[in-house]
């Protein structure tokens, strides 16, 4: 074999394989450069990654937004109270407005009632001799007080011995209530050692609880309305009238009759 | 029918399981989760006797106090039975027992007492019933608030001898 001949094979055999390597490279540079040159082919290969990225995106957004939205909302309020209170103002106000004027249309009618009533024939006549201003009492018989509910319970034991209600007017069991009030009475006289004191009144938002106690028991009277101390006044002679007229030994002992006495005398309106 | 309503005063030191007494006989239930009684709590059950009375039975849990001296006296006034419950697993809440149902007796005569050992299913009661006479505890019963044992029988004893 000649020098030529050999040099030839040797180089046949050295690079027939960095030949094909080569070639493998050649087209797969022209296939990406024709993915690359070509829309939709590109748009085929991008297409899913986007997706899928924006996707993950919106999952996350709240989870990572969050805490950043809400401590910049936290730290703008602060920064600016005036600016959100005028924000918020236009809107609160109109629903403070609007339970306002409710309630002004609510005590409108009843005064307006109230002076109708006060107005009649017969209410003038009473008028010339009344001492009291018609205005005032208006205003408070908008609101009157009136007994909801009536106990006479046992002073030592707590045990109910008589007890009117209003018929829309019910509560629990009249014996718990009987001997949770008895509980709570002798705390409140026992906690604040006073000598000899007795707890007069519970307040309930709307209601007042009246407690008058007498030698074996006390009265407990449910009142709603304004609890003035008019009422309180006349409610108590009521109460001290009742004990003295309307309780004898043996209504103590019978129930039954103690409670239909007690309806009959507490059943109407008090003033 | 006639209705009838009477007091009934749980007392005791802490933790013999009064108002676990009290729970079973109202609710028929138990737990084991303790939660000491702050003042009193109160509940009411009716039981219908065989002469016609529907006896309300109006049950003031009291809290628990060492000596029945240091109890509020305005929660035991009034009552018409008085339920001493001690624990049978705790020899302290029994050694002396007898003064504090002298105290009872003596404050607040005329009252329905009944003396009640409590948790008779975590002891062995014949040990228990030695150290009891060893002691000169005279029990009326031996209760299980856990297991419901002897405790409606209680009640009902207590709610005949208080119509009789």
Known sequence: MEQNERLKLLKKILLTEEKEVTDSLIADVEKLSNTLNQPHELAQKIDPLIDSKIKKLVDDMPKKLSPVITSALKAEIKNSQDAVVEALFPIIGKLIKKYIAHEIKLLNEQINAQLKKAFSFKNFFKSIFRKKDMGSEIIANSNQASVLQIFVIEKASGILVAKYAKEEFDTMDDDLIAGMLTAIKSFVEDAFKMGGQNLETIVYELYTLHIQSFHNYYVAAVVSGTYTNEFKDILEDKILDFAEKGISKEDINNSEIFSSRLKTYFSEQII | ?164
């Not at chain 2, 009934?8 to 989760?33: H, M, Q, W, Y």
Request: charged share 25%; with cysteine.
């Open chain 2, 1 to 164: 029918m006639s209705k009838l309503s009477k007091k009934i005063a749980l007392v005791g030191p802490f933790g013999v399981g009064k108002s676990s007494l009290f729970r079973r006989f109202i609710d028929d239930a138990f737990s084991e989760d303790y939660k000491s009684t702050l003042g009193v709590q109160i509940q009411k059950k009716v039981i219908q006797m065989d002469n016609g009375t529907a006896l309300s039975m109006i049950l003031w849990d009291t809290e628990g106090h060492e000596e029945i001296s240091e109890s509020r006296s305005s929660y035991l006034l009034g009552s018409h039975a008085f339920i001493y419950v001690f624990d049978l697993t705790r020899i302290d809440t029994y050694k002396n027992i007898n003064d504090q149902i002298v105290f009872l007796k003596s404050n607040y005569p005329n009252v329905l007492l009944k003396i009640i050992g409590n948790k008779v299913d975590t002891v062995v009661l014949k040990r228990v019933k030695k150290s009891l006479k060893e002691h000169n505890v005279n029990y009326d019963c031996l209760t299980s608030a856990k297991t419901g044992e002897n405790v409606a029988e209680l009640f009902v004893d207590i709610a005949v001898d208080l119509t009789n």
